[in-house]
């Protein structure tokens, strides 16, 4: 099945090739196209312990296992950490200088790309589940790992449907450690074995603060990494309600109240930056207030001061939750996005507002105490509404992972 599944793979690749080519063109994907695609970043001879993280908040999950580990690493051997987003792997490059950092490259190309190297473990994140990879580190008696596993309810039906192929890729996996119980039971009825509930591995994060700003004098809203889908935008649709719920009868700013908050937008993807500033201030021009200030024109601190702020700096979050009055957390108020890691803000005691469609997060918002959910239709009434501080309720401890690490 599995050289069936390589022909496949490459005759798909083969013929994938022009099109990836124009999406290369894309700023999304200008890199990581090319480093998965076309020309995959040689992998220097040594040993390794691998791990592979998808994206942004998979790479940021993984900083206490990754330190602990750099910890008791052999003279000789290193730490691989593959990204498949831009995203992520500029993040990785900024936590991790002491790992070797790649693209991860697709799977046409891997059993070239790791041949004659020592590979002593390969951990995948979360539903980050590669046939090719884990068969070439099991040919090599690598020891192999999924942590912070899950399944969707949603992504659970289609899994059902290539159960074969799930029955052979979870064969090569030998130890699981899985978010929830729903999560076990899924894993298992498509052929996972030795599957140990362990909780979501974003409880074990500690955010760090690297710039300490100074909060301006009135409250500072935070509307934090928001989407665009299906051509609606859920910066618009926020802000929309901010309007409702503070500007409904339009005045000079000079006489904006100091007891009116300052409203950040800070959009998810770098390449929507330029759309959501022209967007958002033609809306806030037709009900004459004043428009965004750029944080990368200001500086920060500078911007905190205007009434409406676009963060266009990468890395900056946490920095902005540690003085944040509110967060309202995006990726939640329209369809199949799925939502975002709640814990970070939470840490910092913001008060805490989510949309409803949070599929992917659920095993911590289940750990976060006082967080409103609500539909877009109602967030204009929230807002208007005392809320409390929100706060983490749970913390993981990460030993297990890190022994079986160690153990290899």
């Not at 040919?139 to 449907?161: D, E, F, V």
């Not at 051509?231 to 802000?239: F, G, P, Q």
């Not at 300052?262 to 809306?283: D, K, W």
Request: with cysteine; hydrophobic share 40%.
């Amino acid at each position: 099945m599995v050289y069936g599944y390589y022909l496949l793979i490459c005759i798909a690749h083969f013929c994938a090739l022009p099109l990836l080519f124009l999406l290369s063109f894309k700023r999304k994907y200008k890199n990581s196209i090319k480093k998965r695609f076309f020309t995959p970043t040689p992998l220097p001879n040594g040993k390794y312990h691998w791990i592979h993280a998808c994206s942004f908040g998979e790479v940021k999950s993984l900083q206490s296992i990754i330190d602990t580990l750099e910890n008791n690493l052999e003279n000789s051997t290193q730490i691989l950490l593959t990204t498949t987003t831009q995203t992520g792997f500029t993040l990785a490059k900024t936590l991790y200088p002491k790992c070797l950092i790649a693209y991860l490259p697709f799977e046409s190309f891997i059993p070239f790309w790791l041949k004659g190297k020592d590979i002593l473990t390969l951990t995948l994140t979360e539903a980050e589940l590669w046939l090719m990879p884990l068969f070439c580190v099991h040919s090599k008696r690598a020891k192999t790992l999924l942590i912070n596993a899950r399944i969707s309810a949603r992504s659970y039906p289609r899994y059902l449907r290539f159960r074969f192929f799930y029955v052979k890729l979870f064969s090569y996996l030998q130890k699981i450690f899985s978010q929830s119980q729903i999560d076990k039971e899924r894993l298992e009825s498509l052929g996972a074995k030795n599957v140990e509930i362990f909780g979501n591995l974003k409880l074990a994060e500690i955010p760090q603060v690297s710039i300490h700003y100074t909060a301006p004098n009135a409250p500072l809203w935070v509307i934090a990494s928001t989407h665009c889908k299906n051509n609606k935008s859920e910066e618009v649709l926020i802000l929309q309600s901010i309007l409702e719920s503070f500007f409904k009868n339009p005045i000079p700013t000079s006489q904006i109240s100091h007891n009116t908050p300052h409203f950040l937008f800070a959009p998810r993807h770098p390449e929507r930056f330029l759309e959501v500033e022209q967007t958002l201030n033609v809306i806030l021009k037709e009900n004459h207030l004043p428009p965004l200030i750029k944080t990368s024109t200001k500086g920060i601190q500078n911007a905190l001061d205007a009434p409406f702020i676009l963060l266009d700096s990468l890395g900056e979050l946490n920095n902005i939750y540690a003085i944040a009055d509110l967060v309202i957390l995006g990726g939640s108020f329209l369809q199949g996005i799925g939502g975002h890691n709640p814990i970070e803000p939470a840490y910092f005691h913001t008060k805490l507002i989510s949309g409803p469609y949070i599929f992917n997060q659920q095993a911590l918002f289940v750990s976060i105490k006082n967080c409103a959910i609500c539909e877009i239709e109602s967030l204009a009434e929230i807002l208007k509404t005392p809320l409390e501080n929100s706060c983490i309720t749970q913390k993981l401890n990460l030993t297990k992972i890190i022994q079986t690490l160690k153990d290899s």
